[in-house]
């Protein structure tokens, strides 16, 4: 069903909408089980809900502090008893960098770069956040240097490293 349901929010956003969460960190080699699905867009949090209700999907948009390091707003709702978010860029996203999907239906999705990705994951800076980072990371050494970056300057390097060198983690696999 959650990929049923990024289907329709796919189409309701197009190109102005790029996966993120979950289903992104599987997209790029990371495959975990997920119950939501995450978006990020360029449009106006008012156009969006109007799109959704245009395709008989329900949402609400919740507006928070920025200054407490939260998203400006939150388009929140569910489609098909699948939970979906909606929200702003919240680090730079490279509309150009995006990668071309297509979900089991057919529908095209445009998934956020795996360096957006990390930036992303880490200012979330949740457990399960860092350990997709970490996990990332192991698939993708080349990004360590700016997933460590990312991590000093959101004030989570320790926590990072710590999910990097948890013992319960698979080693990395040797080429």
Known sequence: MVQEAASRIARVLG???VLVGGLAVSAHGHVRGTDDVDFVTKLDPRDVKRRLARAGIESRVS????????PPWRLHGAVLGV???ILPPLVPIYWTR???AHLPDGTLV????LEALLRLKIRAAGHKDLWDVASLL???P???DVALRVAEAYGVADELNRWLHDRRR?????S
């Open 83 to 85: 939970d979906f978010d």
């Open 170 to 174: 698979p080693a990395r696999p040797r």
């Open 138 to 140: 192991r698939l993708h």
């Open 63 to 70: 507006h928070h502090d920025e200054w407490a390091g939260e």
């Open 142 to 144: 080349s990004y360590l």
């Open 15 to 17: 190109e102005a909408g």
């Open 110 to 113: 445009r998934v956020v770069d």
């Open 98 to 100: 995006t990668i071309p």
